[in-house]
């Protein structure tokens, strides 16, 4: 696609419940990224992706916080038993290498209420 | 840690004012430095950026100089416009400290009226 598209735009989900989050990045870009912003913060990145691997998954905030990336392309980002706390816009941005620029999706809002 | 502290927003400024966002940062290698802008309705655009010391980021009428020994990468433009308003974050890449990604600061939302 022309741009990294993130579905959905806005999700509302009770509390306790199993959610997923879809990225799909520029095609040909090898490096994804999911990043958190929370309202009045700048975004906090969670995980990165080159190819199918997590290169450094070192801001996922627990083990509630699962990403896929399983062909290489798509990737989704899975939150498990969902807490009022995990409220906040998703980003996901993609490159074609670590070294070049990333472009960011608009995000998915999620509220969990 | 790596990390990045700009002004606090809002700024409100009338069209064809003098624009200046601060931003300093503390980084533990030799990090590359970025502004993003976040228009409203809009994912996050790269604004511009510089990779070493004294080199200056340019685009859009916007324009910000690493400065290491201040460590600073302040955001300024001579003239903004109505259009300009958005919200603009502060970011640094460093790859040789323990993280090579992104990291940003909080924003500053920018408000430019006519």
């Known amino acids: 696609g022309a741009g990294v598209s993130q579905t959905p735009s806005n999700k509302v989900t009770e509390k306790g419940k199993y959610v997923e989050l879809r990225c799909d990045p520029i095609?040909?870009?090898?490096?994804l990224y999911w990043y958190r912003q929370s309202l009045g913060q700048g975004p906090e990145f969670l995980i990165y992706f080159q190819g199918t691997g997590a290169a450094d998954d070192s801001g996922l905030p627990n083990d509630r916080f699962f990403a896929v990336r399983p062909e290489g392309s798509v990737s989704t980002l899975k939150i498990q038993r969902t807490e009022r706390g995990d409220s906040a816009v998703y980003l996901c941005?993609?490159?074609?290498?670590?070294?070049?620029?990333?472009?960011f999706g608009q995000g998915t809002r999620l509220t969990v209420v | 840690g790596d990390s990045v502290t700009q002004m606090e927003g809002p700024v409100t400024l009338s069209e064809e004012a003098f624009l200046t966002i601060n931003c300093t940062y503390t980084a533990t290698g030799y990090p590359s430095l970025f502004w993003y802008v976040q228009y409203p309705g809009e994912g996050l655009q790269l604004l511009l950026k510089a990779t070493k010391a004294d080199d200056k980021g340019s685009n859009k009428g916007f324009e910000a100089t690493y400065r290491k020994e201040t460590t600073s990468f302040h955001l300024e433009k001579g003239s903004v416009q109505v259009s300009d308003s958005a919200v603009y974050f502060c970011a640094l890449l460093d790859y040789g400290g323990s993280q090579g990604n992104l990291i940003f600061g909080k924003g500053t939302k920018l408000s430019v009226k006519p």
């Open positions: 941005a993609s490159s074609f290498d670590r070294d070049t620029e990333a472009f």
């Open positions: 095609s040909g870009h090898t490096a």
